[in-house]
C-alpha cells in the first residue's frame, strides 16, 4: 500500500472573482517554464516535492501575479498547471488530474486512463486520491468541506495531492498538502497534528487514540500499521488584502530592488548572457530564479514574490504585462536551450539567485516600503500594467506632459 504523508496545509481569507483571460493565459506559459527549468534541473520528482510544500506553493502564486494571499490562488495556479502541462505530459513525465468541483470528481477516471497509458496501478492510485479527500473531508472535521481536489502524478508513480476546503463559519479556506513516500504500506496516521486557526474542539479519527473506533469502522487490520512522524507545516495569511512591511523580509526584498535599480545586468560576469534585459525585468526574473532553485527556507515570507509580477487586484501593484512577457520569453529560451545542451543561459539565470543570495550578507535594509509601492504603482502604466479594473494610467501630472 502507498504511503500517506500529509505535507503540511494553509489557512487563507475567502477572495471571489474570476481570473482575467490575460492573466491566465500567462500564468499558463510562465508555470509550464518554471515547471520544466525544475525538471531539467531536479528531475520531475522534485516537481511533486515543490508542489506539496505550502509555502512554496503559495510563493509560486504569487510570483504568477495572483493575490498573493488568497484562496484563487489555489484554483489558479493548479489550473494554470494542468492548461500547460498535461498536452506535454508525455514528454514531461507529469500529470495533473481533478480540480475544482465537478472536475474533482473526475479524478479516478482520469488516474485510470493515465494507468492505462504507464502501466502504474491504477487501482492503487484512485485509492490514495480518495483516502487523502476523506481523510481531510471526513476523518479530520474541522469545520472545512473539500470542494477541490488536484492530484499530480509522475510517470514514476510519485504524486502530491493539493484539496482545499471551505468554511463558512469563518469566511476562510484551508488547503491541504499530501505528498507520496513510494510503496511501503498505508499509515494509520498521517499528521504529525492538526494545524489551524484554533476553532474548538475537532473529530480527528487518524489519531492513535481513535484506533478502537477506527478498526469498528475500517477494516485495515490485515498489516500492521507503521506510524510515520512528519515535520506538518502550516501557513496563515493575513486577513488583510494589502501588502505591509510586516509581511515581507525586508532584507531579502531590498537586496533584489538594490542589484536591479542600482546595479546594471552589465556589471556582473554571470549575467552577460543575459544582456539587454532592463533593471525592471532583472528584478522579476530574480524572483522567478529563486522560486525555481531557492531552498525551503527562502519561502517563509510568500508576499514578497509578489513584487515579481505585482496581483490581479492591484496590490502591491498591478500586473507588469510587458514585463511578464519578457520574463516568460526569457527563461522559455533558457529551457529550450538545456534541452538541447546548450545550458548557459539557464545557469546565469540560477546565478542570479545566487548573486541576490549573496548581497544580502551585507545589506542593510533602509528603504521606504510604502514609497516603494508607490513607485512601482506610478510606473506601472509604462510596463503595461492592468488589473481586474481595466489598465493602468499615468499619474495626473505626467499624464499631463503627454499633451
Known amino acids: 500500500m502507498l504511503v500517506l504523508k500529509r505535507s503540511g496545509s494553509t489557512d487563507l481569507p475567502l477572495h471571489y472573482g474570476h481570473v482575467p483571460t490575460w492573466l491566465a493565459q500567462r500564468m499558463a506559459k ?15 520528482a522534485e516537481v511533486l516535492r515543490r508542489l506539496s510544500n505550502p509555502f512554496w506553493f503559495q510563493s509560486l502564486g504569487a510570483v504568477m501575479g495572483m493575490d498573493w494571499h488568497s484562496s484563487g490562488i489555489t484554483t489558479s495556479v493548479m489550473g494554470a498547471l494542468k492548461k500547460s502541462i498535461n498536452p506535454l505530459s508525455k514528454e514531461l513525465g507529469i500529470y495533473i488530474c481533478g480540480g475544482k468541483g465537478k472536475y474533482s470528481r473526475e479524478t479516478p477516471n482520469e488516474l485510470l486512463k493515465i494507468a492505462d497509458q504507464t502501466g502504474l496501478n491504477g487501482m492503487e492510485l484512485v485509492r490514495s486520491s480518495k483516502l487523502s479527500a476523506k481523510v481531510d473531508n471526513t476523518a479530520i472535521q474541522d469545520g472545512f468541506q473539500l470542494y477541490l481536489h488536484s492530484f499530480i502524478l509522475s510517470s514514476e508513480g510519485d504524486w502530491t495531492v493539493v484539496q482545499q476546503g471551505m468554511s463558512n463559519n469563518s469566511s476562510t479556506a484551508r488547503r491541504y498538502h499530501w505528498h507520496s513516500e513510494g510503496l511501503k504500506s498505508f499509515v494509520e496516521e498521517p499528521h504529525t497534528g492538526i494545524c489551524g486557526i484554533n476553532q474548538g474542539k475537532i473529530l480527528n479519527l487518524t489519531s492513535n487514540e481513535a484506533d478502537k473506533t477506527r478498526q469498528v469502522m475500517m477494516s485495515i487490520t490485515e498489516e500492521d500499521p507503521l506510524k510515520m512522524i512528519a515535520e506538518v507545516q502550516k501557513l496563515i495569511m493575513p486577513a488583510h488584502h494589502d501588502v505591509q512591511a510586516k509581511d515581507i523580509d525586508l ?19 554571470e549575467l552577460l548572457l543575459l544582456e539587454g534585459m532592463g533593471p525592471r525585468t532583472l528584478q522579476s526574473m530574480a524572483l522567478v530564479s529563486e522560486v525555481i532553485y531557492g531552498t525551503p527556507s527562502r519561502f517563509n515570507d510568500p508576499a514578497r514574490y509578489s513584487f515579481a509580477h505585482g496581483g490581479k487586484d492591484g496590490h502591491p501593484f498591478p500586473v507588469p504585462v510587458h514585463v511578464y512577457d519578457e520574463t516568460i520569453a526569457i527563461l ?8 538541447i545542451g546548450h545550458a548557459d543561459k539557464q545557469q546565469a539565470i540560477k546565478s542570479l539567485h545566487q548573486i541576490t543570495k549573496r548581497a544580502e550578507n551585507n545589506f542593510i535594509p533602509n528603504m521606504d516600503f510604502d514609497k516603494v509601492i508607490e513607485k512601482e ?16 494610467k499615468p499619474p495626473k501630472n505626467q499624464q499631463l506632459k503627454l499633451f
Open 30 to 44: 510562465l508555470g509550464l517554464a518554471i515547471t520544466e527549468a525544475i525538471i531539467v534541473e531536479y528531475g520531475k
Open 251 to 269: 532584507k531579502r526584498l531590498g537586496s533584489i530592488l538594490w542589484l536591479a535599480q542600482e546595479k546594471k545586468p552589465a556589471d556582473f560576469e
Open 332 to 339: 522559455s529560451k533558457a529551457v529550450e536551450k538545456a534541452k
Open 377 to 392: 504603482r506610478s510606473e506601472s502604466w509604462k510596463y503595461g500594467g492592468r488589473t481586474i479594473f481595466g489598465k493602468a
